[in-house]
């Protein structure tokens, strides 16, 4: 008797490991302060409250503050409207990372849905599934790894059956790397609220985004949860991966500024659409005027400020005519927006992308207006075998070609020392510079060791 007892208590333990994950662990807040970044949407940025203290971030924000008494917390709200999790994957360097965050909950359920509401694309499915796993991956790398909770939100089409979340791609990525995500989905269905557009007691105002009733609705029950204590999870850096290879986003993209990008024509600066995740803006409504730049790596994402005066614009990358992208959105205030994803670069290439106003718009738009916010590239590789960790922050680089990029205004002398790493993250030996480096230019190194 005693040895079946034992043997039902191994396979619970077995059937528990499995479902939060072979190494699941609880984050440790060890430091005097605790930062909370919300990554999202228009859900996260807070579209439909009355007053930002209204929307989920804010309120759960300050839950946190309670939580974590005796510590100073922060919170940093990085939802940007209409933007899905392919888009957080290029965004995570610059507006989670850079945080150095030990809490990341991600929101992007309803967006995502828009690559495929029927549940009949696997294609698409597969594509955004391998965003998320990347950025998973990209946070579970950080030498101080967060904490990472999804929230899974819903709209109406979705509560009613009629179309269908990214709820179960979310939960499939949880179980593999052992974190947890917040079901709002389910709840707001079993608890059979209205969510109808205008309807009378609907808690989704336009039949997407929470009114002041929908966000306190969630925030109450995303705190709820969260007071449970078993959600702060870091995520198993050394998981498999999930998705298809072909699928599989690796890297950690980085955010071009305008000092490495080469303007031609009449662009000027519009600080009235800077926004909070932009530093500077260009916009041009003149035919011919481009913008272009140089850049290593497998992928190229645009973000654009789309809103009723948006026009057109070509890509070009190497000389290739790669497509036209309109900027129109119909809102008066100009919305961040990715136009222009490329994917499946030759990595280890020096590449030339070129952006050229067409000076047309489409027939909704009132103007010309293209304004370029943001451009991503992926130079980099986070788990790769030979991988380049450089010990000097102003640098960045790819082992496989030996490939050096200088990031800042300043020359980096000859010299200049690089740790090679391979994959677990053993020191291997060192390359060096052979020559001065210029601002914003990149160089071929050997790759011998010294």
């Not at 900027?327 to 050229?356: C, Q, S, Y």
Request: include cysteine.
């Amino acid at each position: 008797m005693k040895r079946k007892l034992l043997c039902a208590t191994a396979v619970l333990i077995s059937v528990l490991c499995m479902a939060i994950g072979a190494s699941a662990r609880t984050k440790e807040f060890n430091k005097d302060s605790v930062t909370a970044v919300f990554l999202g949407g228009s859900i996260t940025q807070g579209a439909g409250a009355s007053d930002i203290s209204k929307n989920y971030v804010s309120q759960v924000g300050e839950y946190l503050k309670t939580a974590f008494a005796g510590k100073t917390v922060n919170y940093i709200n990085a939802g940007i409207p209409g933007t899905d999790s392919p888009y957080g994957y290029y965004r995570l360097t610059g507006d989670v990372i850079s945080y150095k965050p030990d809490i990341v909950f991600i929101e992007f359920s309803v967006n995502d849905h828009y690559n495929d509401r029927k549940k009949t694309n696997s294609e698409a499915r597969g594509k955004v599934k391998g965003y998320i796993e990347g950025i998973i991956r990209r946070l579970a790398a950080e030498d101080n790894a967060p904490a990472v909770i999804f929230i899974n939100t819903t709209d109406d089409e979705i509560n009613k059956g009629n179309e269908f979340s990214f709820a179960d791609v979310y939960d499939e990525l949880c179980t593999r790397y052992g974190i947890k995500a917040i079901d709002l989905e389910s709840y707001i269905r079993a608890g059979g609220y209205v969510t109808a557009s205008g309807a009378e007691g609907t808690i989704l105002g336009d039949g997407t985004h929470p009114n002041d009733t929908g966000y306190k609705l969630y925030a109450d029950e995303i705190i709820k949860e969260l007071t449970t204590g078993t959600y702060y999870l870091v995520p198993d850096k050394n998981a498999a991966w999930l998705s298809e290879a072909a699928y599989r986003q690796e890297g950690a993209p980085r955010t071009l500024g305008y000092n490495e990008m080469n303007f031609i024509g009449d662009w000027s600066e519009n600080s009235d659409y800077k926004g909070g995740y932009t530093a500077a803006l260009k916009m041009s409504e003149n035919a011919g005027d481009s913008v272009s730049f140089d850049f290593y790596g497998d992928s190229l994402c645009l973000g654009t400020r789309s809103n009723q005066y948006g026009g057109n614009f070509r890509l070009e990358i190497d000389g290739e005519f790669i497509g036209n992208y309109n900027t129109f959105n119909g809102g008066t205030w100009p919305m961040e927006f990715p136009r222009g994803t490329v994917t499946g670069l030759e990595k280890d290439k020096k590449h030339t992308a070129r952006i050229t106003v067409l000076g047309t718009h489409t027939s909704d738009a009132l103007k010309d207006n293209v304004i370029i916010a943001r451009a991503f590239v992926n130079d980099g590789y986070t788990d790769k075998a030979g991988k380049l960790v450089i010990t000097n922050s102003a640098l960045s680089g790819s082992l496989a070609s030996a490939t050096l990029y200088n990031k800042t205004e300043s020359e980096i002398s000859a010299n200049a020392l690089f740790a090679q790493y391979d994959a677990n993250g053993a020191l291997t030996g060192v390359v060096k510079t052979s020559a001065p480096l210029a601002p914003y230019e990149y160089t071929e190194v050997s790759n011998t060791v010294e």
